[in-house]
């Protein structure tokens, strides 16, 4: 593993555990070059993944890309950390084993929606509010409307 601070090429692992959700494989590593730590985590990867985007193009799908938008949606939310990232390993677990290696935006930005939904309301209509492309206040109080919410 290569130090990200001065580049070099060999790093040692100083510290192995598996994460809580055992879904992973922490690992606190240290540079005999700068003396610099950091931690890398280690993750099974059943098969590779592309995102197709409505335009049709693909890209290799992006676990952290999946983290960041919903960390996004949740920011300032009295949602555990923990909690999301078991979320966002049950997403990721659900997409590898559909067996398809291809998978459409569509898809995962439902998949997101649902988990949101029973996560944080709040987050939840951030999220649709990029997802479904709300162009005016009124799209916020249609949507809101639709899922039953008293609006006072």
Do not use: W
Not at 32 to 43: G, I, K, Q, V
Not at 47 to 70: I, W, Y
Not at 78 to 93: A, K, L, Q, Y
Request: hydrophobic share 35%; glycine share 6%; with cysteine.
């Amino acid at each position: 593993m290569r130090c990200p601070f001065c580049g070099h090429e060999d790093t040692q692992v100083k510290d192995s555990r598996p994460t809580e959700d055992h879904s992973a494989i922490r690992r606190r590593r240290q540079c005999p070059n700068c003396a610099a730590r950091f931690t890398t985590f280690e993750r099974v990867q059943l098969r590779e993944l592309t995102v197709v985007k409505g335009s049709g193009q693909r890209e290799p799908f992006d676990r952290d890309k999946l983290a960041r938008s919903m960390t996004i949606a949740l920011q300032k939310r009295p949602v555990d950390r923990d909690r999301v990232e078991r979320v966002i390993n049950g997403i990721v677990r659900r997409l590898e084993s559909s067996g398809e290696n291809e998978i459409p935006t569509k898809l995962i930005g439902e998949l997101v929606m649902d988990a949101l939904a029973t996560l944080d309301q709040v987050g939840y209509v951030r999220f649709a509010s990029v997802y479904r492309d709300f162009r005016e206040a009124r799209d916020f109080g249609e949507f809101v409307g639709k899922l039953g919410i008293d609006q006072d």
